[in-house]
């Protein structure tokens, strides 16, 4: 889960102070001087939570907050306001030239995820209506060209290359020439990155930037690196002028360090978050979502946004008549499951449910191999097991279990949690019906167990 050992700190400490009816400065201290201890074993900078602990003392000592019916609340509302501000206030969005081709220079030290974001953000943006083209101007790290060329591929975006051997200053300006014959309204130049920031390197990047005159150029930092990525994006911000911030790794990083402190040291904003190896795996940032998930708040425009890109609707409106009938077969639940997956990794779905502490999902054992398990069983079955389970005598478990590479006792447990899922299914049907007819009965869910669990 992103931030998820600061997330758990957070929480914790406002927990205390939550249910309180009454609040005292001294309550505030105490608080203040958790959140500052957890901010800093974040590898937040430290005149950034100096300033931030400045800015919510000041607010939450008024009188309004001390008078208040609600205090703890009232302290914890300044808390999420001020962290929204200090990840920039709203979302800042990349901006396209009025006459194309806008060209996005992405610079970034090697190991980054430079490459792979160039992919990632072409893919994102082609959804949006332009039309990529990725240009490969790092010369120097083996292969660099040919991965490029692979993530091109596997997008279907094409990749301009000269080879090795030309000078990236050439091959950019090339690039442009090449974006305006074939009607590219979007050049991603990947730049060469180094191990550290060196004067070689600042210098190529300066002339690709003069010889080209990118719209934006992007910083891509690998976040899990802590206090040594904000020290880059100020030393690159300072020697190049960047116009905003791409965060990888953020899916590995317990700490948010990072995310807390590059737009505060910088002044630019993170436009960008890599959130997983797919190529899909990127979402713009949004400082206020990322306030309420660290706080333990919830995502809930996030969640309705990945469910509107992985669900069909029409599937959906009949896959809900088919529970409300108890017509659900195995059929319906895999593509059921393989819609869920398309929404991203179960923990972090999991973590934009209001309500959900990081650390109650440390206890939830989701182990997205037996989903895996799952969809084996279930395409090793004939048409008619999996409309039919009841059917499922003990020849055929042993049968199934040997075309899907598991156990009978995989398939006796799949077949146990979807008899459960449907009895689930009836019971919020009945309940439903009996609100609709003024009953107030209360109906159990039961022990249903989804199946990867």
């Given at each position: 889960?992103?931030?998820?050992g600061?997330?758990?700190?957070?929480?914790?400490?406002i927990?205390?102070?939550?249910?309180?009816?009454?609040v005292?400065?001294?309550d505030v201290?105490?608080?203040?001087?958790?959140?500052?201890?957890?901010?800093?074993?974040?590898?937040?900078?430290f005149k950034v939570?100096?300033?931030?602990?400045?800015k919510i003392?000041e607010?939450?000592?008024?009188?309004?907050?001390?008078d208040s019916?609600?205090?703890?609340?009232?302290v914890?509302?300044?808390v999420h306001e001020e962290?929204i501000?200090?990840m920039?206030?709203?979302?800042?969005?990349?901006?396209f030239?009025?006459?194309?081709?806008?060209?996005?220079m992405?610079?970034g030290?090697?190991g980054s995820?430079?490459?792979?974001?160039?992919g990632?953000?072409?893919?994102?943006l082609?959804?949006q209506?332009?039309?990529?083209l990725?240009v490969?101007?790092?010369?120097?790290?083996?292969a660099?060209?040919?991965q490029?060329?692979?993530v091109?591929?596997?997008?279907d975006?094409?990749?301009?290359?000269?080879?090795?051997?030309?000078n990236?200053?050439?091959?950019?300006?090339?690039?442009?020439?090449h974006?305006n014959?074939?009607?590219?309204?979007?050049?991603i130049?990947?730049?060469a990155g180094?191990?550290?920031?060196?004067?070689e390197?600042m210098?190529?990047?300066?002339?690709?930037k003069?010889?080209?005159?990118?719209?934006?150029?992007?910083l891509v930092?690998?976040s899990?690196?802590g206090q040594d990525?904000v020290?880059?994006?100020e030393?690159?911000?300072?020697?190049?002028?960047?116009?905003?911030?791409?965060?990888?790794?953020?899916?590995?990083?317990?700490?948010?360090?990072?995310a807390?402190s590059v737009?505060?040291?910088?002044?630019?904003?993170?436009?960008?978050m890599?959130?997983?190896e797919?190529?899909?795996?990127?979402?713009?940032?949004?400082?206020d979502?990322?306030?309420?998930?660290?706080?333990g708040?919830?995502?809930v425009?996030?969640?309705?946004?990945?469910?509107?890109?992985?669900?069909?609707d029409?599937?959906?409106?009949?896959?809900?008549k088919?529970?409300?009938?108890?017509?659900?077969?195995?059929?319906?639940f895999?593509?059921?499951m393989?819609?869920?997956?398309?929404?991203?990794?179960?923990?972090?779905?999991?973590?934009?449910?209001?309500?959900i502490?990081?650390n109650?999902?440390k206890?939830?054992?989701?182990?997205?191999?037996?989903?895996?398990?799952?969809?084996?069983?279930?395409?090793s079955?004939?048409?008619?097991?999996?409309?039919?389970p009841?059917?499922?005598?003990?020849?055929?478990r042993?049968?199934?279990?040997?075309?899907?590479?598991?156990?009978?006792?995989q398939?006796?447990?799949?077949?146990?949690?979807?008899?459960?899922?449907?009895?689930?299914?009836?019971?919020?049907?009945?309940?439903g019906k009996?609100?609709?007819?003024g009953?107030?009965?209360?109906k159990?869910?039961?022990?249903?167990r989804?199946p990867?669990?």
């Open positions: 889960m992103v931030f998820e600061l997330s758990n700190k957070l929480q914790e400490t927990k205390k102070l939550k249910g309180k009816g009454r005292t400065e001294k201290k105490e608080m203040m001087r958790e959140i500052k201890l957890a901010l800093l074993e974040a590898d937040v900078n939570v100096k300033d931030f602990i400045a003392s607010r939450a000592v008024g009188q309004d907050v001390l019916l609600t205090p703890g609340q009232q914890i509302k300044i962290m501000s200090l920039g206030a709203s979302q800042s969005k990349v901006t030239s009025s006459k194309p081709p806008t060209v996005y992405m610079v030290l090697q995820g430079k490459t792979t974001t160039t990632k953000l072409s893919s994102l082609r959804k209506g332009k039309n990529p990725l490969a101007c790092d010369v120097y790290r083996p660099a060209i040919k490029l060329q692979v091109g591929g596997q997008l975006i094409e990749v301009f290359s000269m080879g090795d051997k030309t990236p200053v050439d091959i950019a300006k090339a690039a442009i020439d974006a014959a074939k009607q590219h309204d979007l050049v130049i990947d730049t180094r191990l550290h920031i060196n004067e390197l210098e190529e990047l300066q002339n690709i003069g010889a080209v005159k990118p719209h934006e150029i992007l930092v690998d899990m690196t990525a020290n880059v994006a030393t690159f911000n300072d020697k190049l002028g960047i116009d905003g911030i791409v965060l990888t790794k953020l899916d590995g990083d317990t700490r948010g360090g990072a807390l737009k505060a040291v910088t002044g630019k904003p993170i436009k960008f890599g959130m997983g797919k190529l899909s795996d990127i979402e713009p940032f949004f400082p979502r990322m306030a309420s998930r660290i706080l708040m919830g995502d425009i996030s969640l309705i946004e990945k469910a509107q890109e992985a669900f069909d029409k599937k959906a409106l009949e896959m809900e088919k529970m409300r009938t108890q017509q659900f077969t195995l059929d319906d895999l593509d059921q393989q819609q869920l997956k398309k929404m991203g990794p179960l923990n972090q779905i999991l973590g934009m449910i209001p309500g502490n990081a109650a999902l206890d939830v054992d989701i182990d997205e191999k037996k989903m895996v398990h799952v969809e084996a069983i279930i395409k079955m004939t048409k008619k097991e999996r409309t039919d009841s059917i499922i005598n003990g020849s055929r042993k049968r199934i279990a040997k075309g899907s590479g598991t156990t009978v006792q398939v006796n447990k799949l077949l146990k949690d979807f008899e459960g899922m449907k009895k689930m299914f009836k019971s919020m049907t009945e309940m009996q609100s609709k007819a009953k107030h009965g209360k159990g869910l039961g022990r249903f989804l990867f669990k």
